[in-house]
C-alpha cells in the first residue's frame, strides 16, 4: 500500500482507539499510522471473499475461531458488515470469559448488533447451538497449538465457502517428530532433517502446514498459500486463503497418507483427516 495512510469515511473513532489505532485524542502518530496500514494489508485479503458471497447468497456469516479482544471480529464489521442490509453476522468464538465480556461490552457501546461472542474452546464451537449449521466464512489468526486444526474440522463441518488461516505454532506433529528421531536417522538420511533440536521444531511447523494445505485440497478446497507481511510483527505469517470447490482432491489425499507415513507420523492420521469417499 503506497502513500500516505489514512482513516476511511465511516470508520468509528471510538473503535480505533480501542485498537490503539487513534490516540485517546483522535490523534495519528507515526506508530498508528503503522497499525492501520496492516489493518487494512489484512482487510485487502479478506474483503473480496466476503464480498463475493455477499453477492451470491445476500447475506454473510462469519466465524472467527480463537477471537481473543475480537480485534479482527470488528475490524471487519466497522469496514464492511455494519453497512450491510439483512442478517449478516460475525460470531466471535473465545474461550476466556473476561475476553468474551469485553467484547460483548464494546459491541453494544459502538452499536454493532450483529455480532455475537461464544464463550466456547474452537473444538467445542462446532455443537453450539448460538452458530448456524452453517456459515460461509471462517477465520483463524494465530489460534494456538490445535486450535487452528479445530477450526479446519469446523470449517469442513459447516462446509465453509472460505477459510482464512493465519497459523501459529502447533507442537503436536513436533513432538511426534521428537519421539521417532532415533528411528528416523537409524533408516537413512531424511531424519537428519530434524536431528537437531531447533530444526526439530521448525520443521515441525512446517509440515505440519503442509498437511493442513493438503488435508484442505483433500476436502475439495482451493488454496492461496502467501506471506501476510507486517502482521503484529508476527514471525508466523503465513497465510492460507482456501475457497470450496465442488469435489475431494484424491492426489492430495494419497500425498498426505504418503507423507504422514513417510515422517512416521500415521499416529496422527485422526488430525489431519480426509473424506471418507473421494
Request: charged share 25%.
Amino acid at each position: 500500500m503506497s502513500g500516505p495512510v489514512e482513516i476511511r469515511p465511516g470508520q468509528s473513532l471510538e473503535l480505533l482507539k480501542e485498537l490503539h489505532i487513534l490516540t485517546r485524542d483522535g490523534k495519528l502518530n507515526q506508530d498508528s499510522r503503522r497499525k492501520l496500514k496492516q489493518v487494512y494489508h489484512l482487510y485487502q485479503f479478506i474483503e473480496p471473499l466476503l464480498a463475493e458471497v455477499m453477492k451470491e447468497r445476500g447475506t454473510v456469516r462469519l466465524v472467527d475461531h480463537g477471537a481473543g479482544k475480537s480485534y479482527l471480529g470488528f475490524i471487519l464489521y466497522d469496514l464492511f458488515f455494519k453497512s450491510l442490509p439483512g442478517d449478516s453476522h460475525i460470531y466471535g468464538v473465545e474461550a476466556r470469559d473476561e475476553l468474551v465480556e469485553k467484547s460483548r461490552e464494546l459491541a453494544i457501546r459502538l452499536g454493532f448488533p450483529g455480532m455475537s461472542f461464544i464463550n466456547r474452546t474452537v473444538a467445542e464451537a462446532a455443537t453450539a447451538d448460538e452458530i448456524p449449521a452453517a456459515v460461509d466464512v471462517v477465520t483463524a489468526l494465530h489460534a494456538c497449538d490445535t486450535a487452528t486444526d479445530d477450526a479446519i474440522r469446523f470449517a469442513l463441518q459447516k462446509k465453509a465457502q472460505f477459510i482464512v488461516l493465519v497459523p501459529c505454532c502447533q507442537a503436536e506433529v513436533a513432538a511426534a517428530l521428537r519421539r521417532h528421531k532415533a528411528g528416523a536417522l537409524a533408516k537413512g538420511a531424511l531424519g537428519e532433517l530434524w536431528r537437531h533440536p531447533i530444526h526439530t521444531r521448525e520443521f515441525g511447523s512446517h509440515v505440519t502446514n503442509v498437511l493442513r494445505c493438503l488435508q484442505l485440497e483433500a476436502h475439495g478446497y482451493r488454496l492461496n498459500v502467501t506471506e501476510l507481511v507486517g502482521w503484529e510483527h508476527s514471525l508466523k505469517n503465513e497465510l492460507i486463503i482456501a475457497r470450496r470447490g465442488a469435489q475431494g482432491n484424491r492426489q492430495a489425499a494419497a500425498r498426505l497418507a504418503e507423507i504422514l507415513d513417510l515422517l512416521g507420523l500415521t499416529e496422527l492420521q485422526q488430525r489431519f483427516f480426509i473424506p471418507d469417499r473421494l
